[in-house]
C-alpha cells in the first residue's frame, strides 16, 4: 500500500476545485506544465544557495501544492475531455524532470552522501519508467510500491522540513538515501512483475 491508494479521497476534495478551473478554460497541459516550471526554479534556488538550509522550507508545502496539481492535471483530463497525445508524454516526462530538480539539491547537503542522492533519484526515474511500460505489453499503468511518487515527496519533504528548521543532522540521517535506492528497486522490480502478470500475453500463457 502506497499514498497513491488515497488519490480517490484526495481527488473527491478536489473535485469542485477542477470544475472551476475548467470553466475558466485552464487546460491540463498548462497545469501539468507549470508545476514543472516551479518545481525547476525551486530546485534551481536550493542548489543555487546551498548548503544554506531554510530555503529547504520551501519543499513541504511545495511538494503538497504539486501532488494537488499532479491530480488536477488528471482530472481535468479525464472528466473534462481534454485527454491527449501531447499531455500522455507531459505527465510522465515532466514527473521526471520536477523530481530529478527538487531532489537533487539534496547532494549538495551534509550528511547525505551525493552518489547515494544521485542513485535514488535515478532509481526513482527507472521506476517511473516501469510503471509506465506496463500499456506496452498490454497490461495497465502499475503505481505498485513500496515507494511510488507521493511516497517519495513525503519523504523529501519531511528531510527538507528538517534541514530547513535546521534541526541536528546526525550521522544516521545518511542512511535515509541507501535506504531510499533499495526501496526503489524493489518497487521497480514489483512493478515490472505486476505488469507481466497483468499483460495480455502472460494472461494468454
Not at 27 to 37: G, M
Not at 62 to 85: H, I, P, T, Y
Not at 110 to 118: K, Q
Request: proline share 6%; charged share 15%; net charge positive.
Amino acid at each position: 500500500m502506497t499514498l497513491y491508494d488515497l488519490k480517490p479521497r484526495f481527488q473527491a476534495l478536489l473535485r469542485p476545485f477542477v470544475a472551476w478551473l475548467a470553466g475558466a478554460g485552464v487546460t491540463a497541459n498548462a497545469v501539468t506544465i507549470f508545476a514543472c516550471i516551479v518545481s525547476l526554479a525551486i530546485g534551481g534556488v536550493l542548489a543555487a544557495y546551498a548548503p544554506s538550509r531554510a530555503l529547504f522550507l520551501l519543499l513541504p508545502p511545495w511538494l503538497f501544492l504539486r501532488m494537488a496539481l499532479n491530480a488536477v492535471d488528471g482530472m481535468l483530463a479525464r472528466e473534462f475531455g481534454q485527454k491527449s497525445d501531447l499531455g500522455a508524454y507531459l505527465n510522465e516526462l515532466t514527473d521526471v524532470i520536477a523530481d530529478a530538480a527538487l531532489y537533487l539539491p539534496f547532494a549538495l547537503m551534509a550528511p547525505f552522501a551525493p552518489a547515494w542522492v544521485v542513485i535514488a533519484v535515478l532509481l526513482a526515474g527507472l521506476s517511473e519508467m516501469a510503471g509506465m511500460l506496463g500499456p506496452t505489453i498490454g497490461a495497465t499503468r502499475r503505481y505498485d510500491g513500496p515507494v511510488g511518487k507521493s511516497d517519495r515527496a513525503l519523504l523529501f519533504g519531511a528531510l527538507g522540513l528538517w534541514l530547513g528548521l535546521d534541526l541536528p543532522t546526525p550521522a544516521w540521517l545518511a542512511a535515509v538515501m541507501p535506504i531510499l535506492a533499495a526501496l526503489l528497486a524493489w518497487t521497480i522490480v514489483n512493478r515490472v512483475r505486476a505488469g507481466l502478470a497483468g499483460s495480455r500475453r502472460g494472461a494468454a500463457t
